[in-house]
């Protein structure tokens, strides 16, 4: 027997926005009327003579998933994965987008129902949830077969690749010989499924061979300092950055990424951390100015402050976060010499995970897109526009 055949199967199909479902749903009716099915408008749903039900619904933001609170569906289907922002974290503490991983929850059905459940997924590379999607997947650069298991619950994810050539629809049609006239980067995602470029990325200038290097042990003559962008919900990250003066390149040598961290735990963590670059180091840094918002009991920084960590608010203002990202830019920018100005160590897994994936705004081209997993990028901007506040002595002419 068939799902829709079964009276209690229920199927949500879901895209970031409504009107992203509107060809589905046209589409929907080729295939659901001739079975008998009914559409309601109205609940954007197909009934079937069973009384299975097929429906449409949507994420756009993190509180829509509770529009499917007390619900209970035996298949879940989502299109274009890669559009749903990575704004959260899953068990393991990996990323995930906060509504997908909200509805695996509603993944049920009675005892005896004869159901399966089922979750499958579509999507392309690129979008603000690239990075998530590619990392809970294990996908590979090239986009070949994966499959990783969840260390907490057992399930097998499965990556399944889909290229054009595999489409019996579209091979060898004028489709594929549009796809020829778009930019190299395009091509390699759309035509050959490749999951290492990013067309539309905010930091075009990204070069994996030149911004990522294996680590080393730091020289203590460098300066370090560190950024922050706090979070609870959300995850905290914590970058150390060190500079070679000589050379005028800053190294991005550690992170520190959780959520859920209360002032004490972070606090302890980072000064931790700091220790590990010895115990002489001087050490401070700059936080997201929210942390500093006395909430009656003294704010998250002055909590950590107290326990020595040094934090200072980051600047934030009207156009910060553009000049945040400006200075990310001319960091990132291949030199005369060859070399960029930025270099981040390969164990900083979530900088070089979401930074080279963070698309535009979908409104200000200008900006970043914050619906994306943006934490670590804000760390980054905020650490590279501290400004020294060390005293200094001068010679003053004409006194």
Same mark, same amino acid.
């Given at each position: 027997?068939?799902?829709?055949?079964?009276?209690?199967?229920?199927?949500?199909?879901?895209?970031?926005?409504?009107?992203?479902?509107?060809?589905?749903?046209?589409?929907?009716?080729?295939?659901?009327?001739?079975?008998?099915?009914?559409?309601?408008?109205?609940?954007?749903?197909?009934?079937?003579?069973?009384?299975?039900?097929?429906?449409?619904?949507?994420?756009?933001?993190?509180?829509?998933?509770?529009?499917?609170?007390?619900?209970?569906?035996?298949?879940?289907?989502?299109?274009?994965?890669?559009?749903?922002?990575?704004?959260?974290?899953?068990?393991?503490?990996?990323?995930?987008?906060?509504?997908?991983?909200?509805?695996?929850?509603?993944?049920?059905?009675?005892?005896?129902?004869?159901?399966?459940?089922?979750?499958?997924?579509?999507?392309?590379?690129?979008?603000?949830?690239?990075?998530?999607?590619?990392?809970?997947?294990?996908?590979?650069?090239?986009?070949?077969?994966?499959?990783?298991? /969840?260390?907490?619950?057992?399930?097998? !994810?499965? #990556?399944? +690749?889909? =290229?054009?050539? @595999?489409?019996?629809?579209? *091979?060898?049609?004028?489709?594929?010989?549009?796809?020829?006239?778009?930019?190299?980067?395009?091509?390699?995602?759309?035509?050959?499924?490749?999951?290492?470029?990013?067309?539309?990325?905010?930091?075009?200038?990204?070069?994996?061979?030149?911004?990522?290097?294996?680590?080393?042990?730091?020289?203590?003559?460098?300066?370090?300092?560190?950024?922050?962008?706090?979070?609870?919900?959300?995850?905290?990250?914590?970058?150390?950055?060190?500079?070679?003066?000589?050379?005028?390149?800053?190294?991005?040598?550690?992170?520190?990424?959780?959520?859920?961290?209360?002032?004490?735990?972070?606090? /302890?963590?980072?000064?931790?951390?700091? !220790?590990? #670059?010895? +115990?002489? =180091?001087?050490? @401070?840094?700059?936080?997201? *100015?929210?942390?500093?918002?006395?909430?009656?009991?003294?704010?998250?920084?002055?909590?950590?402050?107290?326990?020595?960590?040094?934090?200072?608010?980051?600047?934030?203002?009207?156009?910060?976060?553009?000049?945040?990202?400006?200075?990310?830019?001319?960091?990132?920018?291949?030199?005369?010499?060859?070399?960029?100005?930025?270099?981040?160590?390969?164990?900083?897994?979530?900088?070089?995970?979401?930074?080279?994936?963070?698309?535009?705004?979908?409104?200000?081209?200008?900006?970043?897109?914050?619906?994306?997993?943006?934490?670590?990028?804000?760390?980054?901007?905020?650490?590279?526009?501290?400004?020294?506040?060390?005293?200094?002595?001068?010679?003053?002419?004409?006194?």
């Amino acid at each position: 027997m068939s799902q829709v055949e079964n009276p209690l199967h229920r199927a949500l199909i879901v895209r970031r926005s409504y009107p992203m479902l509107r060809d589905m749903i046209g589409r929907s009716h080729e295939l659901y009327l001739p079975l008998g099915a009914t559409f309601s408008k109205q609940e954007r749903m197909f009934s079937f003579p069973s009384g299975a039900t097929i429906e449409f619904g949507y994420l756009d933001s993190p509180e829509d998933r509770f529009n499917y609170q007390g619900r209970q569906f035996s298949f879940l289907g989502f299109d274009e994965l890669t559009q749903l922002p990575g704004d959260g974290q899953d068990a393991n503490g990996e990323p995930v987008n906060t509504g997908y991983l909200y509805l695996i929850s509603r993944l049920r059905s009675p005892e005896g129902s004869g159901l399966r459940h089922e979750i499958r997924a579509t999507c392309n590379p690129g979008g603000p949830g690239h990075g998530w999607v590619k990392q809970r997947w294990g996908i590979f650069d090239d986009g070949s077969a994966s499959e990783r298991v /969840d260390p907490k619950t057992g399930y097998r !994810r499965v #990556f399944i +690749p889909a =290229r054009l050539k @595999d489409n019996p629809y579209l *091979a060898n049609t004028d489709y594929e010989r549009s796809l020829d006239a778009l930019s190299l980067a395009d091509q390699k995602t759309l035509k050959h499924g490749r999951w290492d470029c990013y067309e539309g990325s905010y930091f075009s200038e990204w070069e994996p061979r030149l911004h990522v290097v294996n680590p080393f042990e730091v020289p203590g003559v460098w300066p370090m300092w560190r950024g922050a962008d706090d979070g609870w919900a959300a995850p905290a990250a914590v970058l150390w950055l060190a500079h070679d003066k000589i050379n005028d390149i800053v190294f991005c040598v550690r992170e520190l990424y959780r959520k859920q961290m209360t002032p004490e735990v972070m606090g /302890d963590a980072v000064l931790r951390i700091d !220790r590990e #670059f010895g +115990p002489t =180091r001087y050490m @401070d840094g700059v936080l997201d *100015a929210a942390s500093f918002v006395d909430i009656g009991t003294g704010s998250r920084a002055q909590q950590m402050n107290r326990m020595g960590c040094r934090w200072k608010p980051a600047e934030k203002g009207p156009g910060s976060r553009i000049a945040g990202a400006s200075a990310i830019h001319a960091r990132l920018a291949i030199r005369s010499d060859g070399q960029p100005g930025l270099k981040i160590f390969r164990t900083c897994t979530n900088l070089v995970r979401t930074l080279p994936a963070l698309p535009h705004s979908r409104t200000n081209p200008d900006d970043i897109d914050t619906d994306a997993e943006d934490h670590c990028i804000d760390a980054l901007r905020y650490s590279l526009a501290r400004r020294s506040s060390g005293a200094r002595v001068v010679d003053i002419w004409g006194l």
